[in-house]
């Protein structure tokens, strides 16, 4: 479950990130002062909670292999390896979901975008 979590926020943090960076490079040069320092000011606490979700990442991280170890311990080795390839399999798969629901929101608001302009 933590693991779901971590992941989810480090992937939201991100793409936050992705866009307050994006609207910075686009503002043009009649942009307000106000407007870039919000963003800056955004951009900056956006990047320090992405690195706190990468310690939080490596913290679960270690819990994590402290677990498989004492797993280990009382799991046949084929057994062992199922469970190692779930957990491995989780994070990819947490982050590949959020990949396609980010094009999914992509498609249906250039799919809105398009019927407004018709």
Do not use: W
């Amino acid at each position: 479950g933590d693991l779901d979590k971590v992941v989810n926020l480090l992937l939201s943090l991100s793409g936050r990130l992705a866009r307050v960076e994006t609207a910075l490079g686009s503002l043009g040069p009649h942009a307000s002062a106000e407007d870039k320092v919000a963003l800056r000011e955004k951009q900056r606490l956006l990047a320090a909670q992405l690195e706190d979700a990468k310690e939080l990442k490596e913290h679960v991280g270690r819990r994590e292999e402290a677990v498989g170890a004492m797993v280990a311990r009382y799991l046949p080795a084929e057994h062992l390896q199922d469970y190692q390839h779930f957990v491995k399999m989780k994070s990819a798969l947490i982050a590949e979901q959020r990949e396609l629901e980010e094009k999914i929101k992509l498609g249906q608001e250039q799919l809105r975008c398009l019927r407004e302009s018709l």
